[in-house]
């Protein structure tokens, strides 16, 4: 898996390619979001339109993310998922604790209303 973030308008983008399993990349990429999280931001949207694969730990890392966030007061979207991913978020039924967004847009526009 292969990842990039960007701080954009207080948001943390992460954009995700590839298969989302376990790996170094998926721990390395927590600690990024952890030090986001002690810098104050508070919200993050997760691209997930170039996943092609996720595992179950791949789901443990969105769910990590998603508590990280909230724990923290903030909020996590998930941007644009492949029809695969977004098949497997309703088999899990975690399609009922992400809020799913078509664009960076709505994505922003939502995590932007969830703090006020």
Known sequence: ???QTELKD?????RLEGD??????????????EEQV????????????NVRFMDSSGMGV???????????????VLIK???????LLIVTKLNA????????NFAAQFL???IY
């Open 97 to 104: 604790i992400f809020t799913i967004a078509e664009n960076d």
């Open 112 to 114: 932007k209303e969830s």
């Open 20 to 33: 989302l399993i376990a790996g170094p990349d998926t721990q390395q990429l927590m600690n990024v979001a």
């Open 1 to 3: 898996m292969k990842y």
């Open 62 to 76: 969105l769910v990590s993310l998603l508590t990280k966030f909230r724990n923290r007061g903030g909020e996590l």
């Open 38 to 49: 002690e810098n104050k931001v508070m919200l993050c949207a997760v691209d997930l339109s």
């Open 10 to 14: 207080d948001i943390l983008f992460i």
């Open 81 to 87: 998922p492949s029809d695969h991913i977004r098949k």
